[in-house]
């Protein structure tokens, strides 16, 4: 929710740079894994086994799809590991394509199914990490909600939730908040930065929800991006969290994780979300979306991921991106991981109960 052209930018490059770190690691037992690879056990796939050890002759017999995923000369980073896949790997898949518009052509080797059976078994692993994720965002309603969506922007979620209490408790409607005097509002949201910019999104979007939808937020996506300052990103996650109606958040974490784990080759945020898409059933969609993100906020960093201290580490083609020492990798850790505050100021009861310690009010940490 915080992703902004400048923000991705400097991440997409420090990803970009990142592989540079591993050259020194160590080629993976290939011949244990390829053959996994082979059967759809393995959770590394064979694009990332044949690509890490090719050497440049062979890897320029690819495919250019395969030597795009994995030139010759990108250094070998350190596999997965194959010995630590259990047999829950052979789990039987069922509704293995949803009906979408994409169905994205599994990366190098790796055949479809097995794919679909890698993503979801990523997600059931996740599920088990964070079985208490939630939307990082404060609200009691959809209008609170696509506010504080929509100031979330170029901001951690932290920030808003420190900020709408005061913004909600004056203007608790679409109609006050169409009416609010402009630089009262900017005093209000000065906290999450380009305020005067954000006051004039919210105040243009209260007063499109007072003229166009009698004042209430849509529940349809159609609907909810015409609505200024509101895109696909924004509507799926009023749709998923206010309305129950399911929807994949492509953010900046999203982005990383999906393209670390050989969901999918895409860039383009939509493409993501209907490659990605298509390997869950659609009733997966919002949880998903929660369990990525958690995952990249906590763990899965941009920069320095705490591979070390990854729990899905068996399943990830990318492990060895980042710090792998369990005592270093540990130290990376964020929020209730980490042993720190959330996000949230009133996180859910399933996050306290898992030890999650609400967040401090604006000023006071
Ligand atoms: S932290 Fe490392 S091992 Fe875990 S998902 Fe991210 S890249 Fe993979």
């Not at 990525?292 to 990854?310: D, E, L, M, Y």
Request: overall charge positive.
């Amino acid at each position: 929710m915080t992703a902004s052209g400048r923000t991705s930018a400097r991440k997409a490059a420090a990803e970009k740079a990142a592989p540079a770190k591993t050259a020194a690691k160590k080629a993976p037992a290939k011949k244990a894994v390829a053959k996994k690879a082979a059967s759809g056990e393995v959770a590394a796939p064979g694009r990332t086994a044949a690509g890490r050890t090719a050497p440049a002759k062979a890897a320029a017999q690819k495919t250019s799809r395969a030597a795009k995923a994995a030139p010759a000369k990108k250094p070998a980073r350190k596999a997965a590991h194959p010995e630590a896949v259990s047999k829950k790997a052979t789990v039987a898949v069922d509704h293995v394509a949803p009906a979408t518009t994409l169905a994205p052509k599994p990366p190098g080797n790796e055949t479809r199914t097995a794919l679909v059976r890698r993503a979801r078994r990523i997600n059931r692993e996740l599920a088990e990490v964070y079985p208490y994720a939630h939307p990082e965002l404060d609200f009691e309603n959809p209008f609170e909600l696509i506010v504080a969506t929509v100031l979330s922007a170029q901001t951690t979620d932290l920030r808003v939730n420190q900020t709408t209490p005061a913004l909600f408790a004056r203007y608790p409607t679409p109609e006050d908040l169409a009416a609010a005097n402009p630089e009262e509002v900017e005093e209000i949201l000065r906290p999450t930065g380009f305020f005067r910019a954000k006051t004039k999104s919210v105040i243009g979007l209260s007063k499109a929800l007072v003229e166009e939808f009698g004042g209430e937020v849509p529940g349809r996506v159609e609907d909810l991006v015409k609505l200024p300052g509101v895109g696909r990103k924004t509507a799926f996650v009023v749709l998923g969290n206010a309305f129950g109606r399911p929807g994949i958040t492509v953010d900046t974490h999203f982005q990383r994780l999906v393209r670390r784990w050989q969901w999918t080759d895409e860039t383009d945020p939509d493409k993501i979300e209907a490659a990605v898409g298509s390997l869950f059933p659609k009733s997966e969609w919002t949880m998903l979306s929660h369990h990525v993100i958690f995952h990249g906020r906590r763990i899965c960093h941009a920069r320095k991921p705490a591979c070390g201290a990854c729990p899905i580490a068996p399943l990830c083609p990318a492990y060895g991106e980042g710090e792998t020492d369990p005592e270093k990798a540990k130290k990376l850790l964020k929020y209730e991981k980490g042993g720190f505050p959330g996000q949230r100021l009133k996180p859910p009861q399933a996050y306290l109960d898992a030890g999650g310690i609400p967040a401090p009010p604006l000023g006071a940490g």
